[in-house]
């Protein structure tokens, strides 16, 4: 599993997040991807190998491993972090689209000697609002979807958060009931539950994050209501943008000048 | 046998040196302590776990022996030993002991945002060079106000962590020495069975050094917070000192002008 390559696309989406969103982000790869790492994985090293039954009965061990552990806990939170962190791609994949529509519209109407505008263009913070506004919102939605799905399945599969000791097995081909022991459950559970901690204070954070959104485009819808209406709405910004670009303003300001004015109004 | 697959301890490695690029940004801003504390925390705390530690407690459990053929019993018995592995205890010591060092260096970049639109406001429609840009990342901000505050809670965060782990480690395992054998008379072993540790002598040596760097820490971690105590508490006094000068001139001059006045 290739955590860094994840982590290099999460930071690179990350500019356009919220604080909110960062801290998920720094609390996402430091307790829950690092501790996954050097700590959960070697606890469950040994999960099948340590896994002892009272019975010379070939097989019986087998089975009854396949029994009481369809997928491993280790494979769970993988799968969860690869599926938490999914949602984050669909907004840096939307913010490269509308970077590509604005160098187009940029370089369809350009003159010489724009590439410093197209690096600031490509530089910029989006803010979030329209488009990306439901784009970040539907993403966040579905992290709070995926983490809670995966830990109640967790919860479901394994009969709660805490490891027993011995767990009592009659699959063919034991022998009527047979005694099985667990290898390192104390640890095992004290891992699963920091690592439920740690799932559970991600969705808050998500939780919090979303709330903030609604309100901000709440607080923004009333605030333009009351305002100036002819105040731009954002995807008509980058029109804007591009217009002035085209033909620089009469009164004697370059148009170089004046795309540094309209990016610092703008962001 | 239980061996720690050579992929695991690589991706380990690789997941230690990305906190070290992190926490090597933060360093920037840190005081002469804060530097000399992150490098006894990489050199001698992960290095040495990384390297040491993981190899010595790798065959801990395949290699803990009971002596019994009841089976299940060295399961369980192990078990009731080793609650939480010292290497488990020790990665979240480090982890968490970490982690106080980004809240600064997120205050940092915070600050570092705000100056950067104060700047960029203030231009107003002239161009920002890249050099003043440059500048403005690369400078060192002081360690004064809201700063001051976030460091130093992050400096007792540290101290608490430490203190923390260490006392647990200490409570869990009766002490920093590893017994050759223990007794165990957990169910399913019939009666009272000795149980054979694995490598007692090298781990007890191991958990004293990792106990001390940890002591060498928070005392570092102590130095460091009096040291900013100290030159707070003589910037208040300066500031206190320089205001009583500015009234005794204020106050001297208004004088001479009615007593010019006067006469």
Same mark, same amino acid.
């Given at each position: 599993?290739?955590?860094?390559?994840?982590?290099?696309?999460?930071?690179?989406?990350?500019?356009?997040?919220?604080?909110?969103?960062?801290?998920?982000?720094?609390?996402?790869?430091?307790?829950?991807?690092?501790?996954?790492?050097? /700590?959960?994985?070697? *606890?469950?090293?040994?999960? +099948?190998?340590?896994?002892?039954?009272?019975?010379? !009965?070939?097989? &019986?061990? @087998?089975?009854?491993?396949?029994?009481?552990?369809?997928?491993?806990?280790?494979?769970?939170?993988?799968?969860?972090?690869?599926?938490?962190?999914?949602?984050?791609?669909?907004?840096?994949?939307?913010?490269?689209?509308?970077?590509?529509?604005?160098?187009?519209?940029?370089?369809?109407?350009?003159?010489?000697?724009?590439?410093?505008?197209?690096?600031?263009?490509?530089?910029?913070?989006?803010?979030?609002?329209?488009?990306?506004?439901?784009?970040?919102?539907?993403?966040?939605?579905?992290?709070?979807?995926?983490?809670?799905?995966?830990?109640? /399945?967790?919860?479901? *599969?394994?009969?709660?958060? +805490?490891?027993?000791?011995?767990?009592?097995?009659? !699959?063919?081909? &034991?022998? @009527?009931?047979?005694?099985?022991?667990?290898?390192?459950?104390?640890?095992?559970?004290?891992?699963?539950?920091?690592?439920?901690?740690?799932?559970?204070?991600?969705?808050?954070?998500?939780?919090?994050?979303?709330?903030?959104?609604?309100?901000?485009?709440?607080?923004?819808?009333?605030?333009?209501?009351?305002?100036?209406?002819?105040?731009?709405?954002?995807?008509?910004?980058?029109?804007?943008?591009?217009?002035?670009?085209?033909?620089?303003?009469?009164?004697?300001?370059?148009?170089?000048?004046?795309?540094?004015?309209?990016?610092?109004?703008?962001? | 046998?239980?061996?720690?697959?050579?992929?695991?301890?690589?991706?380990?490695?690789?997941?230690?040196?990305?906190?070290?690029?992190?926490?090597?940004?933060?360093?920037?801003?840190?005081?002469?302590?804060?530097?000399?504390?992150?490098?006894?925390?990489?050199?001698?705390?992960?290095?040495?776990?990384?390297?040491?530690?993981?190899?010595?407690?790798?065959?801990?459990?395949?290699?803990?022996?009971?002596?019994?053929?009841?089976?299940?019993?060295?399961?369980?018995?192990?078990?009731?030993?080793?609650?939480?592995?010292?290497?488990?205890?020790?990665?979240?010591?480090?982890?968490?002991?970490?982690?106080?060092?980004?809240?600064?260096?997120?205050?940092?970049?915070?600050?570092?945002?705000?100056?950067?639109?104060?700047?960029?406001?203030?231009?107003?429609?002239?161009?920002?060079?890249?050099?003043?840009?440059?500048?403005?990342?690369?400078?060192?901000?002081?360690?004064?106000?809201?700063?001051?505050?976030?460091?130093?809670?992050?400096?007792?965060?540290?101290?608490?962590?430490?203190?923390?782990?260490?006392?647990?480690?200490?409570?869990?395992?009766?002490?920093?020495?590893?017994?050759?054998?223990?007794?165990?008379?957990?169910?399913?072993?019939?009666?009272?069975?000795?149980?054979?540790?694995?490598?007692?002598?090298?781990?007890?040596?191991?958990?004293?050094?990792?106990?001390?760097?940890?002591?060498?820490?928070?005392?570092?971690?102590?130095?460091?917070?009096?040291?900013?105590?100290?030159?707070?508490?003589?910037?208040?006094?300066?500031?206190?000192?320089?205001?009583?000068?500015?009234?005794?001139?204020?106050?001297?001059?208004?004088?001479?002008?009615?007593?010019?006045?006067?006469?």
């Amino acid at each position: 599993m290739s955590w860094p390559a994840l982590y290099a696309q999460l930071v690179g989406a990350n500019r356009h997040s919220t604080s909110l969103g960062k801290t998920w982000l720094s609390v996402l790869f430091i307790f829950r991807v690092m501790v996954l790492v050097v /700590a959960a994985e070697s *606890v469950w090293g040994d999960e +099948q190998s340590d896994f002892t039954c009272n019975t010379l !009965q070939p097989g &019986c061990e @087998n089975v009854c491993y396949d029994q009481f552990f369809p997928v491993s806990h280790i494979r769970l939170w993988c799968l969860q972090l690869v599926f938490v962190s999914a949602p984050t791609l669909l907004v840096a994949m939307y913010v490269a689209y509308r970077n590509h529509r604005d160098k187009r519209k940029a370089g369809f109407l350009s003159t010489k000697g724009l590439d410093e505008e197209l690096e600031t263009l490509k530089k910029r913070r989006l803010p979030i609002t329209g488009a990306l506004w439901w784009t970040y919102a539907c993403s966040l939605v579905f992290r709070l979807l995926f983490e809670a799905g995966f830990m109640y /399945a967790l919860y479901v *599969v394994y009969d709660g958060f +805490q490891m027993p000791r011995l767990v009592q097995c009659d !699959q063919w081909p &034991c022998p @009527n009931l047979v005694d099985c022991f667990i290898s390192r459950p104390t640890e095992k559970t004290i891992f699963t539950v920091f690592m439920a901690t740690a799932s559970s204070i991600c969705m808050v954070l998500n939780v919090a994050e979303l709330v903030y959104l609604v309100a901000k485009a709440v607080n923004s819808c009333f605030s333009t209501k009351t305002s100036d209406p002819s105040k731009a709405h954002s995807s008509q910004d980058n029109i804007h943008l591009a217009a002035s670009l085209l033909s620089p303003v009469a009164d004697g300001i370059s148009s170089r000048q004046h795309i540094m004015y309209m990016y610092t109004y703008h962001c | 046998n239980f061996k720690t697959p050579p992929m695991s301890l690589l991706l380990a490695t690789m997941s230690w040196g990305a906190l070290y690029a992190q926490l090597g940004g933060v360093n920037k801003h840190s005081t002469s302590l804060g530097k000399i504390w992150l490098s006894v925390l990489f050199i001698f705390r992960i290095t040495i776990l990384v390297l040491a530690a993981e190899s010595v407690w790798g065959d801990e459990q395949s290699d803990f022996t009971c002596n019994t053929q009841q089976p299940g019993c060295k399961n369980v018995c192990y078990d009731h030993f080793f609650p939480v592995s010292h290497i488990r205890m020790w990665c979240l010591q480090l982890i968490f002991v970490s982690t106080p060092a980004l809240l600064v260096a997120m205050h940092v970049a915070y600050r570092k945002r705000g100056d950067k639109k104060t700047m960029l406001a203030s231009n107003g429609t002239e161009k920002m060079t890249d050099t003043d840009l440059e500048t403005l990342r690369k400078r060192r901000l002081p360690i004064t106000g809201t700063l001051w505050w976030t460091y130093t809670c992050s400096l007792f965060f540290r101290l608490i962590f430490e203190g923390g782990f260490m006392y647990a480690l200490y409570f869990v395992y009766d002490g920093f020495q590893m017994p050759r054998l223990v007794k165990c008379e957990q169910w399913p072993c019939p009666n009272k069975v000795d149980c054979f540790i694995s490598r007692p002598t090298e781990k007890t040596v191991f958990t004293i050094f990792m106990v001390s760097s940890s002591a060498i820490c928070m005392v570092l971690n102590v130095a460091e917070l009096f040291y900013l105590i100290v030159k707070a508490v003589m910037r208040c006094m300066a500031r206190a000192s320089r205001r009583k000068l500015w009234d005794l001139e204020k106050y001297t001059s208004y004088f001479l002008y009615i007593h010019e006045q006067i006469m």
